[in-house]
């Protein structure tokens, strides 16, 4: 019988366990997935321990909203896919009940999208999230164009390192944030032009030297928190400033009045688009082919392991993705 990954009360990575299920057949045009990993994002962190915006039905909630795997079946008038295409998971809002964490998902067709060529099953496991809320945000939103200088928060995290990524495919310059010069080293290898540990230099101060005076054209914030207001310095004063996340718990001094473009940012905005979906995915596979996109993955677990990567994850010491085989 097929595993899936369930919780039955919020709480800690513990209260999730793997029951055996049987696989839900695809209605017309849905696929179902037999999938080989997924990866662990902050979201099913949240949802988990009952911290979600969005409301988590329980008992019985499923968690994970990316991963890779082969069609399994499908549903009648699916067109384009066929059994054994191998496929990455686009967007799962409904997370709760189709998430990523199990052996099989069933999903709508146009929730899925063909494996990047080049990628192995634990790096596309890893790269729709990441990959799809940069680019979303950074060119959809903000229009970055090459030359850019772009200050990027949490760096060091998935999103921060595919952002990094995708502003030197632009050609862009990615100014990566972290609160720890100790992985300074590591931020300059993967890609920033420059790194700024907060706590040890002034953010506003740093951007201006190394932008010659001018300021940061676009600011990618994960964090959001009392932070903001230096990062808003950083920026030049018509600049955009894009919040994609909030790893910051802490309340943020939203400013009354500012010059720049402030958007808030939820990748779903454009996941659940077909017509973006098809740019994101052709984005993405062109820089797979180039050797300019690739995720970083920071470890790797078993599904029997599951509650050892939440573990993980909530020790916040990751650099790149956590990856579960399934
Ligand atoms: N808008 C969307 O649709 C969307 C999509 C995906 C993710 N997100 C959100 O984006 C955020 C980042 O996601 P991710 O997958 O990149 O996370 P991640 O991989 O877990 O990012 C971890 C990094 O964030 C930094 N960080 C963690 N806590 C922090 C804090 N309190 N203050 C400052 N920095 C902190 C740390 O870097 P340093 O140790 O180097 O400082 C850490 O290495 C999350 O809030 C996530 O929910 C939003």
Redesign the pocket.
Known sequence: MPRVVVFDEFGGPEVMHVVEESAVEPAPGEVRVRIEAFAV???DQMMRSGASPAVVPLPHARLGIEGTGVVDALGSGVTGLETGDPVILTAIPDASVRGSYAEYTTVPANRVTGRPAGLGVTEAAAVW??YS?AYGALVEKAGMRPGDHVLI????????RAAMQIANQIGAVPIAV???TA?KDDLLAAGAAAVIATGHEDVAEAVRRFTGGTGADIVLD??L?PGLPDLLKAARPEGTLVA?????PRPTPFPVATPLTIYR????QHTLDDVVVKRMAAFLNAGVRLGALRPAIDKVFTLDDVVEAHRH?EK?L??GKIVVTV
């Open positions: 994002n902050p979201l999230v990441a809320t928060t949490a760096a060091s995290g998935g999103v921060g972290t609160r720890h992985k994960a964090v928190g994609v996340g909030y790893l910051d940012y939820r990748s779903f994850l916040g990751h650099a």
